[in-house]
Structure formats: C-alpha cells, structure tokens
C-alpha cells in the first residue's frame, strides 16, 4: 500500500529516529495512525484534542461510532509492545478527557463511544507493525 510504504521509506531514509526529538516522533506517528485509519474507512475528525484534564491523539468516526484513539508507537521490543503500554492510569485518563469532551461537543452525543488504541511497532527490517483495536478497553 503506497501511504504505508511512504512512512516507511520516511522512517528507513530519513532523519534517524533516534535524532528525531519526541514531538516530532510523536507527530510522525500520529500521522501514520491518521493515514492508516482513514485507509481503513474511517473518519479522522480531531487530532490532539485538547482541555484541562489532558490529551486524546485522534477522534475518528465510522458509521454510527466515535473512537477516542490513543496512539502509541514503539521503536523498539525493550520496553515491550506499543500495546502494552496503555496502562490503567493512561485509560482512566482517556477516559475523563472523553466524557469531557462528549459533554462540550453535542454533535458527538448521538454517536457510540469507543476507547480504541492504534499500536505502531517498528520492527527492526524498517516495516511497521500497525494494529488497530476499536474497543480497546472501556
């Protein structure tokens, strides 16, 4: 697929990740789980969103669903999968910074929420690794 396989040309001939300051990873992966999503049929309707109580990377719709996305991204096995690093606390988090934003927004009221992570691992050949899961945890 053409837009994944320009992230990781961007990933192998590019900067080094590892000189790559934290935000701009960041960036490079919240636009790779952008990419991926909207691939898939979703609609990316807010990125960093935002208030007091912290930040969601990525709102996207489907249908009738409205995913609060987190995402992470992992350049390496050493402290285990992007997955596995949603941890309670982050969750909870999510969590609030939704209902909050579910309050301030009536045009997402009518949808289903969903908690969602999408998983970025960059394996060590350069290709990514993306896993989706639209119901994450509740």
Request: net charge negative; charged share 30%.
């Amino acid at each position: 697929d053409d837009s994944l396989g320009e992230h990781q040309s961007r990933l192998e001939c590019g900067a080094r990740m590892n000189e790559l300051s934290k935000r701009q990873v960041g960036e490079w992966g919240e636009t790779v789980a952008a990419d991926y999503l909207v691939q898939n049929g979703y609609d990316v309707i807010a990125r960093n969103l935002s208030c007091f109580l912290g930040e969601i990377d990525l709102v996207a719709t489907r249908g009738e669903h409205l995913f609060f996305v987190e995402i992470k991204l992992r350049l390496n096995d050493e402290f285990g999968s992007a997955l596995e690093a949603v941890s309670p606390a982050k969750q909870g988090k999510i969590r609030r910074v939704a209902e909050y934003f579910l309050v301030q927004k009536s045009e997402w009221r009518d949808l289903i929420p969903f908690f969602s992570v999408v998983a970025i691992d960059a394996l060590e050949d350069g290709v990514l690794n993306i896993e989706f899961l639209p119901d994450a945890f509740t």
